[in-house]
């Protein structure tokens, strides 16, 4: 049986997180088979889908005196305020696992896992199967519900977002925790200002209680190695990755010129 590594790191900056997925995912794509990361952020930080402008989807100046981060992602989609919540991502070569089947079914399969890790959370999650919605640059991730996202109650829980690109998937996204997420309503621009209460929930909510997002990681990684049919294995991040990733998270993450398009950056960002 092939393994699944789990990789479960500390909270770190925007820009190292973001790093460490596109190393993960050279790795992935190098014959290192699927991963699964779980992590947090700190402090808390705004990422922006690919294709948005960041001066028009969120109000930079307040996020910067909240003393948010403001990243980048290499996935599209909309933005998202990270702050109590557990992140997860995906990793995986092509032909391999979800990466063997067109995006829509790659999709479906990552959500059942998420959905599986969810319910053996105690949480009565709901995979949509509605039709994505149109895109859209501005606005929140949590303000709609794609198809294959998780929904608790009727509201988002869960928002993610996939890439293919050079021989590999990567898909990651946010499990909310707590309530903070509400809180970007505050920085979008006045067009897509919205009641992201009514749309979205959090664990803290579906549960009634506190939230181990220890615990959670822990149920996400058997729900994904159960459903994909791998057996897991724990291993952290070496010294080597981790070296690559301060490297890259300086160099792009963390650069003006990345998160607000100041000059033509590279084409092989995830390499």
Same mark, same amino acid.
């Given at each position: 049986?092939?393994?699944?590594?789990?990789?479960?790191?500390?909270?770190?900056?925007?820009?190292?997180?973001? *790093?460490?997925?596109? %190393?993960? #995912?050279? !790795?992935?794509? +190098?014959?290192?088979?699927?991963?699964?990361? /779980?992590? $947090?952020?700190?402090?808390p930080a705004v990422s922006l889908g690919y294709a948005q402008c960041a001066e028009e989807a969120v109000d930079v100046e307040g996020c910067r005196s909240r003393?948010?981060?403001?990243?980048?992602?290499?996935?599209?989609?909309?933005?998202v305020l990270h702050w109590n919540e557990l992140t997860y991502s995906f990793h995986c070569a092509d032909g391999e696992g979800p990466a063997a089947h067109p995006l829509q079914?790659?999709?479906?399969?990552?959500?059942?896992?998420?959905?599986?890790?969810?319910?053996?959370?105690?949480?009565d999650?709901?995979?949509?199967?509605?039709? *994505?919605?149109?895109? %859209?640059? #501005?606005? !929140?991730?949590? +303000?709609?519900?794609?198809?294959?996202?998780? /929904?608790? $109650?009727?509201?988002?829980?869960?928002?993610?977002?996939?890439?293919?690109?050079?021989?590999?998937?990567?898909?990651?996204?946010s499990v909310l925790a707590g309530p903070e997420h509400l809180m970007l309503a505050d920085l979008l621009p006045t067009p897509a200002k919205i009641d992201l209460e009514a749309a979205s929930t959090h664990l803290a909510e579906c549960t009634g209680g506190s939230v181990d997002t220890e615990a959670l990681a822990s149920c996400l990684a058997q729900a994904f190695a159960d459903g994909l049919d791998l057996q897991a294995q724990q291993t952290p991040l070496t010294d080597a990755e981790?070296?690559? *990733?301060?490297?890259?998270?300086?160099e792009?993450?963390?650069?003006?010129?990345?998160?607000?398009?100041?000059?033509?950056?590279?084409?092989?960002?995830?390499?």
């Amino acid at each position: 049986m092939t393994s699944l590594r789990l990789v479960h790191t500390s909270a770190m900056s925007a820009a190292m997180n973001m *790093a460490v997925d596109d %190393v993960l #995912l050279d !790795a992935a794509r +190098a014959g290192g088979g699927p991963i699964l990361r /779980t992590y $947090g952020w700190h402090p808390p930080a705004v990422s922006l889908g690919y294709a948005q402008c960041a001066e028009e989807a969120v109000d930079v100046e307040g996020c910067r005196s909240r003393g948010f981060d403001l990243v980048r992602r290499t996935t599209g989609g909309r933005a998202v305020l990270h702050w109590n919540e557990l992140t997860y991502s995906f990793h995986c070569a092509d032909g391999e696992g979800p990466a063997a089947h067109p995006l829509q079914e790659s999709s479906r399969i990552l959500g059942e896992c998420l959905a599986d890790g969810l319910r053996r959370f105690g949480v009565d999650a709901r995979l949509e199967r509605g039709s *994505a919605p149109a895109p %859209v640059r #501005l606005g !929140a991730c949590f +303000a709609s519900t794609a198809r294959w996202e998780l /929904t608790c $109650g009727g509201r988002k829980l869960v928002g993610s977002a996939q890439r293919r690109t050079r021989g590999a998937l990567l898909q990651h996204g946010s499990v909310l925790a707590g309530p903070e997420h509400l809180m970007l309503a505050d920085l979008l621009p006045t067009p897509a200002k919205i009641d992201l209460e009514a749309a979205s929930t959090h664990l803290a909510e579906c549960t009634g209680g506190s939230v181990d997002t220890e615990a959670l990681a822990s149920c996400l990684a058997q729900a994904f190695a159960d459903g994909l049919d791998l057996q897991a294995q724990q291993t952290p991040l070496t010294d080597a990755e981790l070296r690559l *990733a301060a490297q890259r998270a300086t160099e792009i993450y963390a650069n003006d010129s990345y998160t607000f398009r100041i000059r033509s950056r590279r084409t092989d960002v995830v390499s």
